[in-house]
């Protein structure tokens, strides 16, 4: 297993509710990306830190924001949740452009 | 932007046999590939990756080969196991940026 770990395990949310998504990464490493799995498919980018800068974007819209803090651990915010934003939501951590080591995720489910 | 196609979508062995799944991409300034098992349930867990100046990469049962020409690269499990079932992701890293790009997932089932 790595040492990337996420907060919580589940959560249940209903319709233009707020979120936040907790993420520590692996000892040694000071990059967090983010990435969001529907069921039965892959991970999807949402944006990457790096030293607390955001490094990176996907197709995500700007209610999907996150912050990395000086001991590299991350949280990602997701304002006023869409039915669609129900998903599995991966952390990974790496040194750089290095490895990218996943988290067990947060399983987001929104009514 | 980067595409990721990833075939089969389901693949069923019986064990012992080899399985094989295939990624193709369109971005040829592309220089990383990881590979990912994921279990019901559970995170994505790397099993193997290479890096555009190899063309094939060997860890035990698992091999991964690449062709940038063709903008191809697949994964080979030798000697299946039932505990080889699982989902199977490709991935790409885009432009040196740290952000990958996932094929759609292999389902692979192992038949004992």
């Known amino acids: 297993e790595t040492g990337v770990t996420q907060s919580p395990t589940h959560l249940i949310k209903t319709r233009g509710q707020q979120v936040t998504l907790r993420c520590s990464s692996q000892?040694?490493?000071?990059?967090v990306s983010w990435y969001q799995q529907a069921l039965g498919q892959g991970p999807q980018f949402i944006f990457q830190?790096?030293?607390?800068?955001?490094?990176g974007r996907g197709n995500f819209p700007p209610r999907f924001s996150g912050l990395q803090f000086p001991n590299y651990s991350s949280e990602l915010n997701v304002n006023a949740l869409e039915l669609d934003d129900s998903a599995l939501y991966l952390c990974?951590?790496?040194f750089g452009q290095g490895t990218q080591y996943f988290g067990p995720g947060t399983r987001l489910t929104v009514l | 932007g980067e595409n990721v196609e990833q075939h089969p979508s389901t693949l069923s062995v019986q064990e012992g046999d080899s399985a094989v799944i295939k990624c193709t991409y369109s971005?040829?300034?592309?220089?990383?590939f990881p590979w990912y098992k994921q279990e019901l349930g559970k995170r994505p867990q790397l099993i193997i990756d290479?890096?555009?100046?190899?063309g094939e990469k060997k860890d035990q049962r698992i091999a991964v080969t690449l062709n940038k020409t063709a903008k191809h690269f697949s994964l080979h499990i030798t000697e299946t196991q039932p505990e080889d079932s699982a989902v199977y992701f490709c991935?790409?890293?885009?432009?040196?940026?740290?952000?990958?790009?996932f094929g759609s997932g292999t389902r692979l089932l192992v038949r004992p």
């Open positions: 990974a951590s790496s």
């Open positions: 000892s040694g490493h000071n990059t």
């Open positions: 830190y790096y030293r607390e800068e955001e490094n």
């Open positions: 971005d040829s300034a592309s220089n990383y």
């Open positions: 290479i890096r555009s100046n190899v």
């Open positions: 991935a790409v890293e885009v432009d040196s940026s740290y952000k990958l790009i």
